[in-house]
């Protein structure tokens, strides 16, 4: 990697600045205190697809591990589990094993906001409004090239068994019956072998799906993920999917939220299965913050968490296609 | 020989579907719940259609040795082109169907380069840009002032291209031979 130094690229990161300064305008106006987090930590949620990045904190002969934080997960629920309320985080985010490309770098911008008391549809309405403020914050700013066609007054909605069959030609019964769903994407020319349910999904999902969210005008809501896909996510009473929901403009996956999870015996069960498949997939053997753990037993209220990826909103923003166009300084 | 999908990269050579395909993006995304991909756009080399495939990112996936190398376009019949390897002067043959619509604009002669797999040619790989001289074109009718008008002319090899009405018979023009579409005067 190398450092690139840019001053071409300065009316997008105008853009850039004026996002970041309406996001915290409208965070303020609907009463989310910005909670400022720490960089470095000596322990990590455990979670099976996202690597980390280790250092060591050495005095004398001292030594101890710490870890640049890949989400502000950790910080934001332990001070919802002490009654903080409606909260944010603006700020960097680190994830190892994910090269750079032109919609992510291992260094990047997460914007991450709890909502107390609404459920993730209840939140959409919010994430309309938050992209519909930026919009008209930035419009004074733009330059002709910048200037882009999408709209935000309402989401084009597809439920997740909709969307499959609308555009992968996969029906109800097969996306929640895993035989089904697995014999379905042979037929489609899909590797299956040594996979899971969850790999394929995300293979048809990313192959056949995507590129069709967020092209007609208005940003594509895809709602109730099969529970395979549920992650932190509380399960719908149908018992097949969870209150997940993830949105798309041109194509590209911007951010999600979903209603969390706050059953304590769940949570545990979820931590240990994947505390074991980061040892099974050889994955850096991080602290475990058991603090963290302890604070959910308390109780985690009920709410909602979004998390949006800064640098992509800012991409369609200043509608350019990478992000290394949005910036002055790149790493690449 | 094999590797992960992870390290695919753009000129790579794969079995995609029961063709061969060559990477013209390969791009890592994580979705951020569930495995990482690697999201990549595959030419077929014969269809020269371009398909849209993500892989999973540690999924073992066969890279193939394919060659290309440089021939002389040597003349056609009505099925088939014929090239000659001008170091070793052996002739081979690929069906005018195989190679598709850019074979108009191959003038005899011309050097191309031909891709290989286990010795036997697959297809041509598209030259950038074809020079050629325009054989026939009418005279733009007089007080045909549009900008940006147009006019067929026919090029050396019979094939037809429209151009900007200022080209004029005799001059050599550049064209993409994927595409069909003049590029500029020589």
């Known amino acids: 990697m190398k450092i690139n130094t840019t001053v071409k690229n300065l009316d997008n990161y105008k853009i850039y600045l004026q996002v970041e300064k309406a996001i915290h305008e409208f965070m303020e106006k609907n009463n989310y205190l910005k909670i400022d987090i720490p960089v470095l930590s000596p322990a990590l949620i455990p979670e099976s697809y996202l690597e980390i990045f280790e250092t060591d904190f050495k005095f004398l002969d001292k030594k101890e591990k710490l870890y640049l934080t890949p989400s502000p997960e950790i910080f934001l629920k332990r001070l919802l589990v002490a009654g903080i309320g409606n909260c944010y985080y603006l700020g960097r985010a680190y994830r190892n094993s994910e090269p750079n490309s032109d919609w992510h770098n291992p260094e990047f911008t997460m914007l991450e906001f709890y909502k107390v008391g609404v459920n993730y549809l209840e939140l959409a309405d919010e994430v309309l409004n938050l992209l519909q403020y930026i919009k008209d914050q ?56 040594k996979t899971t349910y969850e790999d394929i999904f995300s293979q048809i999902l990313a192959t056949e799906i995507e590129p069709k969210l967020g092209v007609n005008g208005y940003p594509t809501l895809l709602y109730d993920y099969p529970k395979q896909m549920a992650s932190l996510a509380k399960l719908n009473n149908d018992s097949l999917t969870a209150q997940r929901c993830e949105f798309y403009i041109n194509g590209l996956e911007v951010g999600g939220f979903c209603t969390e999870l706050n059953d304590y ?64 300084i790149n790493i690449s | 020989m094999r590797i992960s999908a992870g390290n695919l990269k753009k000129g790579d050579f794969v079995n995609f579907q029961d063709g061969i395909c060559q990477v013209q993006k390969a791009d890592f995304y994580s979705p951020g719940k569930g495995s990482a991909l690697m999201k990549s756009r595959l030419k077929n080399l014969i269809t020269a259609k371009n398909v849209e495939y993500a892989y999973k990112s540690n999924e073992q996936v066969e890279v193939l040795d394919v ?98 009405i200022f080209v004029k018979v005799g001059e050599t023009i550049s064209i993409n031979p994927e595409t069909g579409e003049y590029t500029g005067r020589v």
């Open chain 1, 265 to 328: 015996k769940q949570q545990e069960e979820r931590f240990e299965s994947e505390i074991k498949k980061r040892k099974k997939n050889k994955m850096i053997n991080h602290s475990i913050d058991k603090g963290f753990i302890e604070a959910l037993k308390y109780g985690l209220p009920n709410c909602t968490g979004a998390g949006i990826g800064f640098e992509r909103l800012v991409m369609i923003m200043a509608n350019v296609k990478s992000i290394d166009k949005l910036k002055l």
């Open chain 1, 138 to 193: 930035i419009s004074k700013i733009k330059t002709a090239k910048q200037k882009s066609e999408i709209l935000f007054q309402k989401w084009e909605k597809y439920s997740v068994a909709q969307a499959f069959e609308k555009f992968a030609g996969i029906t109800k019964t097969e996306l929640f019956s895993e035989k089904l769903f697995f014999k379905k994407a042979e037929e489609k020319g899909y590797n299956i072998n």
């Open chain 2, 67 to 164: 060659v290309s190398v440089e021939m002389q376009y040597i003349y056609k019949d009505n099925e088939n082109l014929y090239f000659m390897d001008e170091r070793t002067f052996e002739q081979t043959s690929l069906p005018i169907s195989v190679v598709g619509d850019i074979s108009r604009f191959f003038k005899e002669g011309e050097k191309m380069f031909v891709y290989m797999f286990d010795d036997k040619p697959l297809t041509i790989r598209p030259p950038m840009s074809v020079r050629l001289k325009i054989t026939q074109a009418d005279d733009a009718a007089k007080g045909d002032t549009v900008s940006g008008a147009k006019k067929p002319v026919t090029v050396e090899t019979g094939a037809t291209v429209m151009v900007p």
